[in-house]
């Protein structure tokens, strides 16, 4: 074979592989049910639960007047992965200090994610159970610990577990299996994450610190055990949970951007400013980000990871009831 044909057909080949590894596009950060049942090959469906024996129990439901609803939630999404939340944040010391449910180091969450099995190559689709907003905050907090990590190919999926099966689409109960996964997390991109002195600087400065949890927490009516000092951090505006995602016949969602601009008028949050989110220790804090950074397109967007376990642990000044 004529040398230059045969490194074009070689050229060829390393071309058709690299578009076959990516083929899929995701069509936004959020994907539906309908789109992930015709791409389900293409994707790794990343499945987080609080209760990962959920994963391969039977779900459980009621008909009434012909409508059948789902009462329990159980078994998955055929394909997924299995990813038990409890083990995507651990304990770490910071400036001699022991902060709860940090980012894992770069090995160790790249260890996880190919426990379970992620692949390189191919996009990701994170999956949470979809019964509250606290279930998409999960898959959120996942969603930014990916993308820190150098990952770019991420989406939600709308309406979660509980959304998939509330639709009638087919689901399995097998347990899942261990995994061999090549994911591979970079350096920590730091523009997604905030410190301490960046939330400092960011007091009366020129970025936005947005409180992610219930009023009753920013006002400093009530406050976690391991909080140090109910409140919250001056200048702070807050954007609670309930107001963050709706549910459509039990399964909850996000809104659209036009939904979140008129919410955002009444609460004094602006989607295009630069922000910092956080919440008592980054679970809801993630969600907050993933509306802003993801949905609203605010490249601006940064998650304080230790947030109020670690801004009290540090006794850093809080706003609260006198």
């Given at each position: 074979?004529n040398?230059h044909?045969?490194g074009l057909?070689?050229?060829?080949?390393?071309l058709l592989?690299?578009?076959?590894?990516?083929a899929v596009?995701?069509?936004?950060p959020?994907?539906?049910?309908?789109w992930l049942s015709?791409?389900?090959?293409?994707?790794?469906i990343?499945?987080?639960?609080?209760?990962?024996a959920?994963?391969?129990?039977?779900?459980?439901?009621?008909?009434?007047k012909?409508t059948?609803?789902?009462?329990t939630l159980?078994?998955?999404?055929p394909?997924a992965?299995?990813?038990?939340?409890?083990k995507?944040r651990?304990?770490r010391?910071?400036?001699?200090?022991?902060i709860?449910?940090?980012?894992?180091d770069?090995?160790?969450?790249?260890?996880?994610?190919?426990?379970?099995?992620?692949?390189?190559?191919k996009p990701t689709?994170?999956?949470p159970e979809g019964a509250s907003g606290?279930?998409l905050?999960?898959a959120?907090?996942?969603?930014w610990s990916?993308?820190v990590?150098?990952?770019?190919?991420?989406?939600?999926?709308?309406g979660?577990?509980t959304g998939?099966l509330?639709?009638?689409?087919?689901?399995d109960?097998?347990p899942?299996?261990?995994?061999?996964?090549d994911?591979?997390?970079?350096a920590?991109?730091t523009k997604y994450?905030?410190?301490?002195?960046?939330v400092?600087?960011?007091i009366?400065?020129?970025?936005q610190i947005?409180?992610?949890?219930?009023?009753?927490?920013?006002?400093?009516?009530t406050?976690k055990?391991?909080v140090?000092q109910?409140?919250h951090i001056?200048?702070?505006?807050?954007?609670?949970?309930?107001?963050r995602?709706a549910?459509t016949?039990?399964?909850?969602?996000?809104l659209?951007p036009?939904?979140?601009q008129?919410?955002?008028?009444?609460?004094?949050?602006k989607?295009?400013?630069?922000?910092?989110t956080?919440?008592?220790?980054g679970?809801?804090?993630?969600g907050?980000w993933f509306?802003?950074?993801?949905?609203m397109k605010n490249p601006?967007?940064r998650?304080y990871?230790?947030?109020?376990?670690?801004?009290?642990?540090?006794?850093r000044p809080v706003?609260?009831?006198p």
């Amino acid at each position: 074979m004529n040398m230059h044909i045969k490194g074009l057909w070689a050229a060829g080949l390393l071309l058709l592989g690299s578009t076959t590894a990516q083929a899929v596009t995701l069509p936004g950060p959020v994907v539906s049910a309908q789109w992930l049942s015709q791409h389900q090959q293409e994707v790794n469906i990343v499945d987080v639960r609080s209760d990962p024996a959920s994963f391969s129990k039977a779900p459980a439901f009621t008909t009434d007047k012909g409508t059948k609803t789902l009462a329990t939630l159980g078994g998955h999404i055929p394909g997924a992965l299995l990813l038990d939340f409890g083990k995507t944040r651990v304990a770490r010391t910071i400036d001699g200090r022991e902060i709860k449910a940090m980012l894992p180091d770069q090995q160790t969450f790249q260890a996880l994610m190919r426990g379970i099995g992620v692949k390189a190559g191919k996009p990701t689709v994170i999956v949470p159970e979809g019964a509250s907003g606290a279930d998409l905050d999960m898959a959120a907090r996942v969603y930014w610990s990916m993308k820190v990590y150098g990952d770019d190919h991420l989406a939600l999926l709308e309406g979660g577990t509980t959304g998939w099966l509330q639709q009638g689409l087919a689901f399995d109960t097998a347990p899942a299996a261990a995994g061999e996964g090549d994911w591979t997390a970079t350096a920590p991109r730091t523009k997604y994450i905030a410190t301490s002195q960046d939330v400092a600087k960011a007091i009366g400065g020129g970025v936005q610190i947005v409180d992610a949890r219930p009023m009753p927490f920013y006002v400093g009516l009530t406050k976690k055990p391991d909080v140090g000092q109910a409140g919250h951090i001056k200048g702070a505006v807050n954007l609670p949970p309930e107001l963050r995602t709706a549910s459509t016949g039990g399964a909850e969602h996000y809104l659209s951007p036009a939904q979140y601009q008129a919410i955002f008028k009444h609460l004094d949050i602006k989607a295009s400013k630069p922000s910092i989110t956080y919440c008592n220790t980054g679970h809801l804090a993630s969600g907050a980000w993933f509306v802003l950074s993801e949905v609203m397109k605010n490249p601006n967007t940064r998650l304080y990871d230790g947030s109020m376990l670690e801004w009290t642990a540090e006794q850093r000044p809080v706003v609260g009831l006198p």
